[in-house]
């Protein structure tokens, strides 16, 4: 079974960045599609964004696109989320999730393996 541990949340102010990282273990991390979801209070998980098992194919949610980017280091076994631009908006539960293909998907029932979570806070 694999683990995956994010990090990299924290209190930030609108407009500023922050850097989140998944690292998996396991030896399969590099066959596998990667996505992010976040989930705010009294709200469903949603979709963010994902990342083929390459790196060559990327979605993501319309309101992050062109603020946020995913990235995959496979030689580290790790998927990044680069927050850019934060809004209040953005304030959640941000959670990396692995799904058993190559492909990614938007929805959250097509990942199987999910990480611990971790907060991010933007303050206006």
């Known amino acids: 079974q694999v683990q995956l541990v994010e990090s990299g949340g924290g209190l930030v102010q609108a407009g500023g960045s922050l850097r989140l990282s998944c690292a998996a273990s396991g030896r399969t991390f590099s066959n596998y599609a990667m996505g992010w979801f976040r989930q705010a209070p009294g709200k469903e998980r949603e979709f963010v964004t994902a990342?083929?098992?390459?790196?060559?194919?990327?979605y993501y949610a319309d309101s992050v696109k062109g603020r946020f980017t995913i990235s995959r280091d496979n030689a580290k076994n790790t998927v990044y989320l680069q927050m850019n631009s934060l809004k209040p908006e953005d304030t959640a539960v941000y959670y990396c999730a692995r799904r058993i293909a190559t492909m990614p998907s938007l929805k959250v029932k097509d990942f199987g393996s999910w990480g611990q979570g971790t907060q991010v806070t933007v303050s206006s």
């Open positions: 990342i083929s098992w390459s790196g060559g194919n990327t």
